[in-house]
């Protein structure tokens, strides 16, 4: 593999995907606008003309990883259509691209597409039940992949994503205890903290050695926010704040969030001879940057 494109590259995901490209392969970052950060390339995936346009210019490609999608994942449920077109329509097209040209693709999902009423951890098999917007057009863009790319798509569903670039939960928890000597945070949604650091790498796997279909990846063990609250603020250490659990009726939100969405990851695990790091560990490498 020499040649990859790299979509949402300015992205939490992405940019750490730049940041990991493995040796002798050269990966051309694309995202929603040109010259932000990493981007060589910007402009709406949905845009057919404008992903053909980047294939013939910017290619040949021999690999495409996914990473972008609208992620918004409250605002999605009053922007149904815009997240339709970023999460269905884009990857949909970038599928089609790739097919056209028999590159493998990696089209980067989410936990989301359950339900979280599960009792174990989800299989790739598992019957999905999104509660959300998001969670709907990520799994419809997971369809139109697999249709438009039956022998090259390769989905890999992750969740509660924390790098060095972006906002996530971490971040925000550490922004708070900045002024706040309480937090209450929610401890009835069950997970796995996953760093884009350690998912990365994996995914770049996925792409050169993985046989077409679903993967699920995500870091080791499981938590629940309030779990990860403490953990960062004790790896942090910062002692002044107290992390009072609540529920997560307490904190209503647009969108429905799966109760427990803690991952199977063992074709994965089978893939590369070992698990993603244990999610405690992972944490205390990102903090320590
Ligand atoms: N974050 C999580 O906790 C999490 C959990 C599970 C799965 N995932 C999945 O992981 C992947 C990466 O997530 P992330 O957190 O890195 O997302 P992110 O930081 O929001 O980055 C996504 C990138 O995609 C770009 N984008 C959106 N719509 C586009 C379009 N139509 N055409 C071209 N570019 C477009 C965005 O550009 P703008 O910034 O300009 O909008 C953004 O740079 C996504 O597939 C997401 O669904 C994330």
Same mark, same amino acid.
């Given at each position: 593999?020499?040649? %990859?494109?790299? +979509?949402?590259?300015?992205?939490? /995901? ?7 490209? #493995?040796?002798?392969? *050269? ?5 929603l606008r040109e010259g ?7 402009? $709406? ?14 290619? @040949? ?9 609208? *992620? ?32 493998? /693709?990696?089209? %980067?999902?989410? $936990? ?17 039940? @999104? ?28 969740? !509660? ?10 971040? *925000?928890?550490?922004? /708070? ?7 209450? %945070? ?6 796995? @903290? ?9 995914? !770049? ?6 046989? #077409? ?5 995500? &870091?080791?063990g499981q938590a629940s ?19 009072? @659990? &609540? +529920? ?8 429905a969030r799966p109760r427990?969405?803690?991952?199977? &990851? ?16 992972? /944490? ?6």
């Open positions: 593999m020499r040649r %990859v494109l790299v +979509t949402g590259a300015s992205g939490m /995901l992405g940019s750490e995907l730049l940041l990991s490209v #493995p040796r002798g392969v *050269t990966a051309i970052g694309s995202d932000t950060g990493v981007a060589a390339v910007g402009f $709406d995936l949905a845009d057919r003309a404008r992903v053909d346009e980047l294939f013939r210019l910017h290619g @040949p490609f021999d690999g495409v990883i996914h990473a972008a999608a609208w *992620t918004a994942v409250d605002l999605a449920e009053e922007r149904a259509a815009d997240a339709a077109r970023a999460n269905v329509d884009a990857t949909r097209e970038l599928a089609r691209a790739a097919a056209a040209v028999g590159a493998p /693709l990696v089209v %980067v999902s989410t $936990d989301f597409v359950f339900d979280g009423s599960g009792q174990r951890p989800y299989h790739v098999d598992d019957a999905t039940n @999104p509660l959300s917007v998001y969670g709907r057009t990520k799994l419809a863009g997971e369809v139109a992949a697999r249709e438009a790319h039956p022998a090259g798509a390769r989905i890999v569903r992750t969740q !509660w994503l924390y790098g060095p670039r972006g906002k996530h939960f971490p971040g *925000t928890i550490l922004g /708070l205890a900045k002024d706040r000597s309480e937090l209450k %945070v929610v401890h009835d949604q069950i997970g796995s @903290p996953t760093s884009t650091l350690e998912l990365a790498p994996a995914l !770049w796997d996925v792409l050169a050695r993985g046989e #077409p279909g679903i993967y699920h990846a995500a &870091c080791d926010w309030f779990d990860l609250a403490v953990a960062t603020l004790e790896l942090s250490g910062v002692r002044h704040v107290k992390v009072v @659990p &609540c +529920t997560t009726s307490e904190f209503p939100r647009p969108a427990y969405s803690v991952l199977d &990851c063992s074709r994965l695990t089978a893939l590369r001879g070992a698990p993603l790091a244990p999610w405690r560990v992972a /944490l205390q490498r990102f903090l320590a940057l």
